[in-house]
């Protein structure tokens, strides 16, 4: 049998028939398609062959039904081309209208949602983000955090506390505060290496290092405070400035101890140095000029956004000046402290029951006179103090007829007016000897035999002057035993 073809003929095509094999029926078919031009489905008509075993009731007489699944079929076997006027029933599919555009009004709360849903996912992942490298980080290098405020600062295994200033915040003020309590409780005291009315000084490590830890009597809270505010003020770190570390209160409900952690400097306090050790000329310079340099810049108001205030030292005498390795002198303890406040022109002292060492109490001090509204009252008694330091380290110097021929003898030690007062004296004494009598320490003739001790000589002289007016200041002390040394790769500063 003949059938008309068009776009489907498995039976071959021929001038649009094709050849129906016996028991096949020859088709005529509508199907729906999508024109995206229009938005719509259109009717396309085929014709063919159908083969014996597509020839069903399925397929064939499907036509009988409405469809609307957009397709339809009609078979014929009656004659040929009889497939050429076959019409299969047909429903056409309904075409959708276009949704109605919406308005920007309703769409806000959609927009609304869709931004802050999207903003809590990129907060979540940055969260996220963070937290897995301070974990990277944290295994890597076995950081331990301590967030204090908004400063990060932490403690590694290989950390030493050289590292720990070197990286601290750059103002000069000591380290953060939640450090200082860590090193603080990872402190292993090994033996007491002095005592005094303050407290007593232990020696004790931290990972491995050697640390001092002063802890303070219960009755010495204020001098606690007091030092610790000093050395945490901005800009205190300096050469000639007993390193802090850090400072901590520990305590139950029955005891309190009230640490002080610093640099340890084996040597001990220049008091212990001079008893024990007779110095030369040179040695006795780099005492004195890092002295006075210590002094210098407790005194030297540093001025800045961040700057460092003027501050007094108050008890300046040889146990509280320490000897570092490289002989040079270290400024520390602070309990008795002031500073000037240059922005509201205002002394801020401490109530203290420590006033000081009577034998370095300068005469305005002995006798009342001094003015406690004038910040540069008390930086004169501290060069009164200064000057009879001065004159412990001369007395250990080995003079002889020249500077290049060294003796081998010098003075015993001693501290200043023992040959006047007794070896604890009482306010009293101490202002007879100074203020009534006007006695100051004995210079001995050879002194004048050696520059250094010679210069000495007259500094001591115009820093213990009775009017604090006369007497020079820390940084002129200092200029001047600078200017004495031969190496002129030292610069003065």
């Given at each position: 049998m003949l059938c008309y073809c068009v776009r489907h003929c498995p039976g071959g095509e021929e001038n649009g028939t094709c050849i129906a094999r016996p028991g096949s029926q020859c088709f005529a078919a509508v199907e729906e398609s999508y024109n995206p031009e229009t938005n719509s489905y259109e009717p396309e008509t085929y014709y063919g062959c159908l083969p014996p075993d597509e020839s069903g009731f399925m397929q064939c007489k499907g036509h009988l039904v409405p469809h609307y699944i957009g397709k339809s079929i009609e078979c014929c076997n009656s004659s040929d081309l009889c497939n050429k006027f076959l019409t299969p029933m047909y429903r056409p599919r309904p075409t959708l209208p276009p949704p109605p555009p919406i308005s920007l009004q309703e769409a806000a709360p959609y927009i609304a949602l869709?931004?802050?849903?999207?903003?809590?996912?990129?907060?979540?992942?940055?969260?996220?983000?963070?937290?897995?490298?301070?974990?990277?980080?944290?295994?890597?290098?076995?950081?331990?955090?301590?967030?204090e405020g908004s400063r990060d600062a932490y403690l590694t295994s290989s950390h030493t506390l050289q590292d720990l200033i070197d990286q601290s915040s750059g103002s000069g003020s000591g380290l953060p505060l939640l450090v200082q309590r860590t090193i603080a409780k990872q402190i292993q005291m090994v033996h007491s290496v002095g005592k005094g009315r303050y407290g007593e000084v232990?020696?004790?490590?931290?990972?491995?290092?050697?640390?001092?830890?002063?802890?303070?009597?219960?009755?010495?809270?204020?001098?606690?405070?007091?030092?610790?505010?000093?050395?945490?003020?901005?800009?205190?770190r300096h050469d000639n400035i007993l390193g802090f570390i850090a400072a901590d209160i520990k305590g139950t409900g029955s005891w309190t101890q009230m640490l002080l952690i610093t640099d340890y400097h084996e040597r001990g306090s220049l008091y212990d140095v001079l008893r024990s050790t007779?110095?030369?000329?040179?040695?006795?310079?780099?005492?004195?000029?890092?002295?006075?340099?210590?002094?210098?810049?407790?005194?030297?108001?540093?001025?800045?956004?961040?700057?460092?205030?003027?501050?007094?030292?108050?008890?300046?005498?040889?146990?509280?000046?320490?000897?570092?390795?490289?002989?040079?002198?270290?400024?520390?303890?602070?309990?008795?402290?002031?500073?000037?406040?240059?922005?509201?022109?205002?002394?801020?002292?401490?109530?203290?029951?420590?006033?000081?060492?009577?034998?370095?109490?300068?005469?305005?001090?002995?006798?009342?006179?001094?003015?406690?509204?004038?910040?540069?009252?008390?930086?004169?008694?501290?060069?009164?103090?200064?000057?009879?330091?001065?004159?412990?380290?001369?007395?250990?110097?080995?003079?002889?007829?020249?500077?290049?021929?060294?003796?081998?003898?010098?003075?015993?030690?001693?501290?200043?007016?023992?040959?006047?007062?007794?070896?604890?004296?009482s306010f009293d004494d101490m202002h007879l000897a100074v203020c009534v009598k006007g006695i100051r320490p004995h210079l001995p003739s050879r002194w004048q035999n050696c520059q250094v001790t010679s210069v000495l000589s007259k500094i001591m002289q115009e820093c213990w002057h009775a009017n604090p007016a006369v007497r020079l200041t820390a940084l002129r002390v200092k200029k001047t035993l600078y200017k004495l040394d031969p190496d002129p790769s030292i610069k003065i500063i």
């Open positions: 869709l931004v802050s849903l999207t903003f809590c996912l990129v907060v979540f992942l940055v969260m996220v983000a963070c937290l897995c490298v301070r974990c990277r980080k944290k295994e890597e290098s076995g950081k331990l955090y301590l967030v232990w020696l004790a490590r931290w990972r491995g290092e050697k640390v001092a830890v002063k802890v303070f009597f219960t009755t010495e809270e204020a001098s606690w405070f007091r030092e610790t505010e000093i050395y945490q003020s901005v800009l205190m007779v110095i030369e000329p040179e040695g006795l310079q780099k005492l004195a000029r890092s002295a006075a340099a210590g002094v210098a810049h407790l005194h030297t108001e540093i001025f800045g956004t961040r700057g460092k205030p003027g501050i007094a030292h108050r008890d300046i005498k040889s146990r509280n000046i320490l000897v570092k390795r490289n002989g040079e002198c270290a400024i520390a303890d602070f309990g008795l402290a002031v500073r000037f406040i240059s922005e509201t022109n205002e002394i801020d002292i401490t109530p203290n029951t420590r006033v000081g060492t009577r034998r370095y109490m300068a005469p305005e001090v002995l006798d009342e006179s001094l003015d406690t509204k004038s910040f540069d009252a008390f930086k004169m008694a501290d060069i009164y103090a200064l000057s009879l330091v001065l004159w412990e380290m001369c007395r250990r110097c080995v003079t002889s007829g020249s500077c290049e021929k060294w003796g081998l003898e010098a003075d015993e030690y001693a501290l200043p007016y023992h040959d006047v007062v007794p070896s604890d004296p």
